[in-house]
């Protein structure tokens, strides 16, 4: 904040212009200065800077928070969201934590757009929690998410009502998809998925936004296609790939069958169990 006239009680726009002269432009300047040498410095009054930096302290600074404090507040505000695979759970540390952003990356095909639906079948039906899906690229099926809440419960009247709280919003241009944020910035953690594009120096796989937006998520996961590894493998194979991470080491791999999407050995393979 800049130091100017009427900023608070006192501070006279002759004071704000020697301040200024002498090298204190902000508010920051100003509290983190030493006041006698500035006094002398700016030919003020000691008592008048004392009496306006405490006034802007009381403005613009933030109140002491305990940590414990804190961190119950956290606890009490944080909940983690079943994915409905133990194996992405797993990749997780335990499921989507509400609050931060989770990100899917992997090239067309890789099985994104899979997830998310299974994501979204899983928190409406099994939590019962409302689910905004932004589909940007057209890749939202209907049917596709019906078969999984179908596989879930045979009830119709269940089905139903899972379907009424996932709402879709089709954002195909940056501004549908601000206006979509904006309209949610405040009740509820955003799901983003990413696509790839392989780096001209090395060739390998990266995430297609760039890396001022590799700083937004809290947790990122590279999908890919099991049979580009693993030649053989069937189409519905897929590795997931832990790649940023502020819990859990980055570099966890696990096996995921989009078809079954937890088949009994990738529940083994990602707790620890079996060969």
Known sequence: MILHAGLCPGLTAE????????????????????LEETAQKCSLSYKALVAIRRV???????????????????KSATAILSTGSKSVDKLLDSGLYT??????????????????????ATVSQSLRQGVLYLDSMGGFTASRLLQMLQGGTE???????ALQRIQVVCAFDAYTMLDALQDVRSSMAQQVTNHVTRDASNGL????????????????????RREELHP????????????????????????????NWEPEEDAQRASGEGP
Request: with cysteine; aromatic share 6%; glycine share 8%.
């Open 56 to 74: 802007l302290l009381a403005q613009f600074s933030a109140f002491p928070v305990n940590g414990a404090e804190l961190y119950e507040e956290l």
């Open 15 to 34: 004071m704000a212009r020697l301040l200024k002269a002498n090298g204190i432009r902000t508010v920051v300047d100003l509290v983190s200065s030493d």
């Open 205 to 224: 796989f990266k995430p297609a936004l760039g890396r001022s937006w590799s700083f937004v998520p809290s947790t990122r996961v590279l999908l890919e």
């Open 99 to 120: 609050g931060e952003m989770t990100e899917f990356v992997g090239a067309s095909g890789s099985g994104k757009t899979q997830v998310c639906l299974k994501i979204a």
């Open 155 to 161: 009830k119709e009247e269940e089905q139903a009502a």
């Open 232 to 259: 053989g493998k069937a189409s519905a194979c897929r590795m997931a790939s832990l790649l940023k991470s502020p819990r859990l080491p980055v570099g966890i791999q696990v096996d995921l069958d989009l078809g």
